[in-house]
């Protein structure tokens, strides 16, 4: 036997099962026990109310007058002995040694009036005894509060243990109350009964349930080892989807750094460019969004992309798009327009997609603006492909929105070679490119997008601002906007101020 409990306080199995069974027995014993108060409270209920009736109708058949006439004549306390030495007296006890004798009561009914000199009250008449006027002092307080209309006395300890009762005004014939009539019965011996009965139930259901562990142990051990041997292929699986996991983010880590080293360097372009500015925020580690930079005899060529989807997708088609614009503009064509350069880039593009087979073909590419900046002549020139540029000047804004097509994307669209676009560089003048991350960004308190709109208007309300304080307020009013929202996208915004 010792054995054996060693043996299921040791194995986990069975400690499982003994705090199961242990909790069946506290959930049976919970109900019995909860059934027997509830038996006990409908008891004093019903019985109550039997009281309450009782006094009421009894009440009714004493006549008030001869019950105060009794009392006047006999103030003092044992003035009567025997029931025999006042007729009055001897009606009244005839009265509730019948309604005690019909209603089965197993103690007396009785009067008692409320001394007011003395603050307590006196029994009158009983139903069996005699106990003529002497002191009830520890009265419950609710028999003085409804001494004129009558009221039930829920449960309560007295000496000779525990009672209910009720009471009922007697009045005279001019409707003043001259004592209650008051009827009792012992709690005590119901609850024993009852809370026995229950007693023996619950010993029985616990046997029950005793019974039924030593039939189902045997079972519920092997269920339950079985279990341990999936928790442990489960685990062994987890700790190998772990280390999966680890080395794939070790490996786009790694695609980070070499992303990361063919965008350009923001020093560089500082350099050439110093009231500009660039915020950059993947939702991943890598991104779908890239910017490119190049400085090609005193003129600045500047583009905002957004390679289709974001993540390790989006990053592969970045690095396609970054070593394409490096190819066309080392080439000997001497590509230098940005139309030119984004046709170039059209034609690559096509032809490294259309080997692929399978039908994501046709998604493929990117949304760019691109710009070139002449600052020796004041002039910009632009194009672009789904991505707009934003000119502000003079609280007034524009927004140059390319051509409707972007680059690659198979067949989906009806292209034509892109269009160019010219403009005189003015103090003050203000260029922006951005991809859709920021104006599609759920967030705000209806949980909507930021919108293209708003985002213009934030930038001109902040154009006049310091670069790096423009890009700081950029990245606060996503950070407010996007509140405890997922990014939902890439995000790069990019501005030019003269």
Not at 45 to 55: F, P, R, S, W
Not at 166 to 188: M, R
Not at 310 to 321: D, Y
Not at 398 to 407: L, W
Request: charged share 25%; proline share 3%; aromatic share 12%.
């Amino acid at each position: 036997m010792g054995n054996l409990l060693q043996q299921i306080f040791t194995n986990s199995s069975t400690r499982i099962m003994l705090v199961i069974y242990v909790c069946l027995i506290f959930v049976s014993s919970f109900f019995i026990i909860n059934g027997y108060f509830h038996e006990v409270d409908l008891y004093e209920k019903l019985e109550l109310q039997k009281l309450k009736a009782i006094t009421a109708s009894v009440s009714q058949q004493i006549d008030g007058d001869q019950l105060e006439k009794l009392l006047k004549n006999h103030p003092w306390q044992d003035d009567i002995t025997s029931s025999i030495e006042d007729s009055n007296y001897y009606l009244i006890q005839n009265i509730l040694a019948n309604a005690k004798q019909v209603n089965e009561l197993n103690s007396n009914i009785y009067t008692l009036s409320f001394d007011e000199d003395e603050e307590v009250f006196r029994y009158g008449v009983f139903s069996d005894s005699i106990y003529f006027r002497h002191k009830y002092e520890l009265f419950p307080i609710v028999l003085k509060e409804s001494y004129e209309n009558g009221n039930v006395i829920e449960k309560y300890e007295t000496e000779n243990g525990e009672w209910i009762s009720a009471f009922h005004p007697i009045k005279n014939s001019q409707g003043k109350t001259v004592s209650v009539l008051q009827a009792d019965i012992c709690f005590d011996e119901f609850s024993g009964i009852t809370w026995d009965s229950y007693s023996k139930k619950a010993i029985v259901s616990i046997v029950i349930i005793l019974i039924l562990a030593l039939f189902l142990i045997p079972y519920a051990k092997n269920i339950l080892r079985e279990d341990e041997k999936v928790t442990l292929e489960l685990l062994l699986r987890k700790r190998e989807i772990e280390v999966k996991n680890r080395d794939l983010t070790d490996s786009i880590n790694y695609a980070q750094k070499i992303q990361s080293a063919f965008l350009p360097e923001l020093r560089k372009i500082k350099s050439y460019l110093p009231n500009s500015f660039i915020f950059y925020k993947p939702k991943d580690i890598v991104s779908g969004d890239f910017y490119w930079f190049r400085e090609i005899n005193n003129t600045y060529y500047l583009a905002c992309a957004d390679c289709t989807g974001h993540g390790i997708p989006g990053a592969f088609m970045s690095l396609i798009g970054l070593s394409m614009l490096n190819e066309i503009v080392k080439s000997k064509n001497s590509f230098k327009k940005p139309n030119e350069i984004l046709n170039e880039l059209e034609s690559r593009m096509n032809e490294a997609l259309a080997s692929r087979s399978d039908s994501n073909q046709t998604k493929d590419g990117m949304d760019i603006a691109l710009c070139c900046f002449d600052l020796e002549n004041k002039s910009i020139s632009y194009a672009g492909a789904l991505r707009p540029l934003v000119i502000i000047n003079n609280n007034e804004i524009k927004e140059i929105k390319g051509d409707r097509f972007p680059i690659g994307g198979g067949n989906s669209y009806e292209k034509t070679p892109f269009s160019l676009h010219e403009f005189s560089i003015n103090e003050g003048d203000c260029f922006f490119m951005y991809s859709d991350g920021f104006p599609d960004q759920f967030g705000g308190p209806n949980e909507k997008k930021y919108m293209n709109k708003r985002f213009k208007q934030f930038l001109e309300k902040n154009r006049k601002l310091a670069p790096e304080q423009l890009r700081s307020d950029v990245e606060n009013e996503l950070i407010n906007w996007q509140g405890k929202n997922e990014q939902i996208d890439d995000i790069l915004v990019m501005g030019i101020l003269f």
